[in-house]
């Protein structure tokens, strides 16, 4: 055993991450990290056998992503039988280019000679340029069948692995229909006072990817009769031109760029050009983890606010008492405590999934309630319908608001359930939900007057309780082994 501990080694900790640039004399590294978990790549957990002081640096170029990786150790494990140091070479060459495994010194030269590099611009569009902390950064966006696109991402998404717990990297050799349908968006910050010649104006602080679910959407002639309708003749289709959902999927701000509100600005780029697009009828996101989510509820409450749309929802609290539910979510249906209609329509205007919809304004909702009238919690309730308070009857009808929804999307789990246990297990949820919507209200009074952080703090975050999750899209197709959005360090 002690032999085993003598050659094996963490690879989170041996692994450490760079990016670099061209310099007089020799390279200069912008930033550098350890990635956050490396068990797809070496196993659950996470050792590398058969070296000593083990070290593995993995750099990039900061504009281009070229990789280069160099292992550096003291001893190598001589084999006995089928006992043998970890081929590490072997084990990443699936994750990166062939060519990071060059020598360092041929990768050093091409960086320090590459002529290319300082008119280098990252492909596609530019969407958004903007300030952060006094230095200026840019969103650029293009389509996965651009080759530089594809270059890039294939040289930085073995971070996907690094950073976004289940994430994998995307299929680089599908077909172009399957290519067409993502699109890839690179964060860069645009950088001043180059140090060489040949240093390239733009380093990577993250990127994004979204997937187009093609919808169908039913028309009023697509409603009629059927029997002389012929085919068109065949042209070629992009899927740019038919109606989809736009799914966001990886997501990543490299840990060097954390709290610079960058994820803020990635995120509403790229709401922004789906909100923009005659084509995309719906926005969502792929098994976003907790941190995603912060960022997404800060985000889509902003905008529905600054454009007026939770101004036009009002929670009505004026219901006849005798429609007071006992049983939940009988009594008093959605449609008596909202206008359903509206909130439809206001709903596809800003292309928001049901689900996070719903969130959204249950939280604008609860902001309406005096916060005397919240922390007391259903202590204040005994009255329900029939308190004289105003701010009591309010919370009484949002937390039926939400004991609704909750109790709607769970029934089929709900039922298996006694009437006691399930009366509870709702109750106790919607007390949940409330007092997550609280968190994040608190987030967002921190980032009232102050440019966004891009996420809330880590020791103020708290899970979604299983009962209250679920997929915005239960019933569309996956893009092959796509399922991987994500998010981490927003």
């Known amino acids: 055993m002690a032999d085993q501990e003598e050659w094996s080694s963490n690879a989170n900790e041996a692994l450490e991450i760079s990016f670099v640039q061209a310099a007089p004399g020799s390279l200069k590294t912008l930033s550098s990290f350890h990635p956050q978990f490396t068990y797809p790549i070496f196993g659950d957990e996470e050792r590398i ?81 903007y300030q952060s902390k006094g230095r200026n950064f840019e969103i650029w966006s293009g389509e996965l069948t651009d080759p530089t696109v594809q270059r890039l991402v294939e040289r930085i998404q073995i971070m996907i692995s690094f950073f976004i717990e289940g994430g994998t990297p995307l299929l680089l050799d599908d077909q172009d229909w399957t290519l067409a349908r993502w699109r890839v968006y690179f964060v860069y910050e645009k950088l001043s006072n180059l140090p060489s010649p040949n240093t390239s104006p733009y380093s990577i602080v993250g990127y994004s990817t979204s997937y187009r679910f093609v919808t169908y959407v039913p028309t009023a002639s697509s409603k009629s009769s059927t029997q002389d309708f012929t085919l068109p003749p065949p042209t070629p289709i992009s899927p740019a031109s038919l109606p989809s959902r736009a799914r966001i999927s990886q997501f990543l701000i490299l840990p060097s760029h954390h709290s610079h509100g960058h994820g803020t600005h990635l995120y509403n780029a790229m709401v922004k050009t789906f909100r923009a697009s005659h084509t995309c009828t719906e926005i969502t996101v792929e098994d976003p983890n907790e941190a995603f989510d912060d960022l997404r509820d800060y985000c889509d409450y902003k905008h529905l606010l600054d454009n007026g749309t939770l101004a036009r929802i009002f929670l009505r609290t004026d219901i006849d008492p005798k429609l007071s539910a006992r049983k939940i979510g009988v009594r008093v249906p959605t449609s008596k405590l909202l206008d359903m209609p509206l909130l439809e329509t206001l709903r596809k205007k800003n292309k928001i999934a049901p689900r996070q919809f719903a969130r959204v304004v249950e939280l604008y909702l609860l902001t309406k309630i005096a916060p005397h009238n919240r922390r007391a919690g259903t202590a204040r309730l005994t009255q329900r319908a029939r308190a004289t308070d105003p701010n009591d009857r309010a919370f009484y009808y949002w937390r039926l608001l939400v004991k609704q929804r909750v109790y709607k999307k769970n029934k089929d789990v709900l039922i298996q359930l006694d009437r006691g246990e399930r009366v509870d297990k709702v109750e106790q949820t919607v007390g949940e939900v409330a007092g997550d919507y609280e968190r994040l209200l608190r987030g967002m009074e921190k980032w009232q007057g102050a440019e966004a952080s891009g996420s809330l703090d880590k020791r103020d975050r708290a899970k979604r309780k299983v009962i209250d999750e679920d997929d915005e899209d239960e019933d569309e197709e996956m893009a092959g082994d796509a399922k991987r959005a994500r998010s981490e360090a927003l």
């Open 49 to 129: 056998f058969g070296y000593q002081s083990l070290k593995l640096n993995l750099r990039f170029a900061a504009h281009d992503l070229r990789p280069n990786l160099e292992v550096l150790y003291d001893k190598k494990f001589k084999a006995v039988g089928d006992t043998k140091a970890t081929d590490i070479e072997e084990t990443l060459k699936e994750w990166v280019p062939e060519y990071t495994f060059e020598k360092l010194g041929a990768f050093t030269s091409h960086i320090q000679n590459d002529t290319s590099a300082s008119s280098f611009k990252p492909p596609g569009e530019l969407l958004e340029t």
